[in-house]
């Protein structure tokens, strides 16, 4: 663990070391330190043993004047793969972001492997209070790359919008932390998990819990935020956004609500699972409703998202699966949609889906690519988001057979909006709009391939995944 630490310090200290002059040395630096670092993620995950409990554990101490106690950070089967997912974005977002970033790049990079130490933060640490400052500078990273680095004029106020609403969100959080080191003395997680709380307690405490990371997920009503984040950011900032930062609400929930809450989590579990079935349904709505690219891929995350608090909140197994693994899927997926939109729009810089029509005769690799992550999108079997969508259907009916059934009718939503996308702008004549259509390039083909072939796997050989993060489940308080 503490090599996987270092190496993530040297790629930083390394790309600062280069001139700003020199852009090509700069990406080949940033390139092979993030991949050295996706690789030593590989290397904990080829440790792992498989039998769920919490690996590569590590004490520090806070030093100094705080008497805090010791720091834990460790690994199970769940952040492990969160943990795999963020250090396999990063690398891909330096790749498509050559050319789009054409100021401060070197910036640019150092803000991408700043956000990559917070990320990974989140996922290891084991502290209340530790993860909430990894959880909340995660936003100081993501603000400058909307504000900065972002695609239109109105970037400035939708890096305010993002961080001021998710910031607000947050505080509930933090108001918790403080509440429940005076009432115990301690933020340690597992020192929480065996403290017996009064059902009072927990209850409210689970309310600021929910809402703070509500916003994060987004439910709705607390979704306003991500659409406009996401036509303003930088495509980078949109695979991160995405691919990432909205799991950390549904990691949070998985994390900090049954575990430490657990007869508040019984009791909130129909209000709970109200606001989700009303995101799957509503964000599936909206979604169809979309013209702009980037908002329909917004949406559907919306959407997807909501079914994370349903699997959890049925407070069954393949519910729990069924969230972890559906966030994972989400973010290849999203992620993938939002490189397609960026290729899109480098070439005719319009996100006005009226525009686009008859890729399969022009952009024929591009077509297949949009073909596969629609499919996926969709739920389709042999996809990766099948299984997490199966396991959260499931455990909806178990729960109870009514909301099965309006969680249906979102899936229904989920492939009227993803065909009829594919089918707008991959069949028919060409555009008269369209100038040229050039396919993707080698490079393009090099970062839109492993999404595909981690969306084929994850949905015909899941089981690597599950096992594990069953196992974990099953271990933790959490199962």
């Not at 028919?428 to 709009?433: D, E, H, L, T």
Request: hydrophobic content about 60%; glycine content about 8%; overall charge positive.
């Amino acid at each position: 663990m503490s090599l996987f630490w270092l190496i993530l310090l040297i790629g930083a200290i390394s790309v600062m070391r280069v001139s700003r002059e020199k852009k090509s040395l700069l990406i080949k630096r940033a390139l092979e330190w993030s991949l050295a670092i996706f690789f030593s993620a590989l290397v904990l995950w080829g440790g792992f043993d498989g039998e769920g409990h919490f690996q590569f554990i590590e004490f520090v101490e806070w030093g100094g004047f705080l008497d805090w106690g010791p720091l834990l950070f460790a690994l199970d089967g769940v952040s492990l793969f969160f943990l795999l997912l963020t250090t396999f974005l990063i690398p891909i977002c330096i790749l498509i972001s050559q050319k789009s970033i054409k100021f401060l790049f070197k910036e640019f990079l150092l803000c991408l492997f700043f956000l990559e130490v917070l990320l990974v933060g989140v996922f290891l640490v084991f502290d209340l209070l530790l993860f909430y400052i990894f959880f909340e500078g995660v936003l100081i990273p993501m603000f400058f790359l909307i504000g900065i680095w972002g695609s239109r004029e109105e970037k400035v106020r939708a890096s305010f919008y993002f961080f001021f609403f998710t910031f607000a969100g947050s505080v509930f959080f933090f108001f918790v932390i403080l509440f429940l080191y005076q009432t115990t003395g301690t933020t340690d997680y597992f020192l929480l998990l065996n403290m017996k709380l009064s059902f009072n307690v927990q209850k409210w405490a689970l309310v600021g819990v929910f809402l703070s990371f509500a916003v994060k997920l987004p439910l709705i009503p607390f979704h306003i935020w991500l659409p406009q984040a996401h036509v303003e950011a930088p495509v980078a900032g949109s695979v991160i956004l995405a691919g990432i930062l909205l799991k950390l609400g549904g990691y949070g929930l998985l994390r900090f609500s049954w575990p430490i809450f657990p007869e508040a989590s019984f009791y909130w579990a129909p209000v709970i699972i109200v606001f989700s079935v009303i995101a799957v349904v509503y964000g599936g709505l909206m979604t169809c409703r979309q013209i702009d690219f980037k908002r329909l891929v917004a949406y559907s995350s919306v959407a997807h998202m909501g079914l994370v608090p349903l699997g959890i909140f049925t407070h069954i197994m393949e519910g729990l699966v069924g969230a972890v693994f559906l966030m994972l899927a989400h973010g290849f997926v999203s992620s993938a949609l939002f490189i397609g939109v960026t290729f899109l729009y480098d070439r005719h810089h319009t996100r006005l889906i009226k525009y686009y029509r008859g890729l399969t005769l022009t952009m024929p690799l591009f077509a297949v690519s949009m073909l596969v992550l629609s499919l996926s999108n969709m739920g389709l079997p042999l996809s990766c988001n099948f299984v997490g969508e199966f396991f959260s259907l499931l455990a909806a009916f178990k729960y109870y057979y009514g909301v099965g059934v309006l969680v249906v009718f979102g899936a229904l939503f989920s492939a009227i909006y993803s065909l009829s996308l594919f089918n707008r702008i991959s069949f028919g004549g060409g555009s008269n709009y369209l100038l040229f259509n050039r396919d993707l390039n080698r490079q393009e083909g090099f970062a839109m391939f492993p999404f595909l072939i981690i969306i084929f796997l994850g949905g015909v050989v899941p089981f690597f995944v599950i096992n594990l993060v069953k196992n974990s489940l099953v271990f933790s308080p959490v199962g």
